[in-house]
């Protein structure tokens, strides 16, 4: 019985790796043809299925961890209005068409991808380190790297737009303060769990990003 359940978790995690590399891999291919608006159009779609197969590979996720999820959606969500309605967090910026839907000038995805980014990190640094104010730190970082890659590119696949089209280095330092805070609310919460599918979560998503920057910039 137990290597069935073993294998039965396995089959789980292979499908949910094979879905998030077939997606991501159109998605490159997409971007460099003429059918590349379509595929920005659908980016949402993929985000969210990218977020349901982290949070379906969390071993015993419970109510506090899926609360814990939502609190920092809403949180980031927040932050980001903020950001864009005083442009005193990250700098002065603007979202573009390819995130879907907005509310008060932020798309919906944004909250949730802060929410993915942070407990996939936080899952992560739970599994390997062993002291709290360590697995904080590094666990802000993750979300910052893939932040640095995007703003490479995000003018050309219409995702926002900063003023006078210069990243400050506000938006990084206002990056990792936020990760740094939301990493503090998760990690206590998915101590005791795990989640085989944080790393290729990030990993996919940072080699995703790396090679738009080759092929674009």
Known sequence: ???FISSKADHKLTVSVTILLLFHFC???GFHTMYRDWFLSNTPLNLVLATLLLLLNHKELNLKML???AGVFVAGFAVEVV????GTVF???SYGDAFGTKFLGVPFVIGMNWAALCFAAA???????KFFWLKAFLAAAAPVS???LIEQVCETFDFW???NSQVPFQNFISWYVCSFLFALMLIPVLRSSKNPFAPYFLLVQFIFFLILNITHT
């Open 91 to 93: 700098g002065s910026y």
């Open 67 to 69: 609360l814990a999820f």
């Open 146 to 148: 893939i932040d640095f």
């Open 27 to 29: 998605g490159l291919i």
């Open 123 to 129: 899952t992560l640094v739970n599994q390997y380190f």
């Open 83 to 86: 950001g864009i309605k005083t």
């Open 161 to 163: 737009y900063w003023q």
């Open 1 to 3: 019985m137990p290597y």
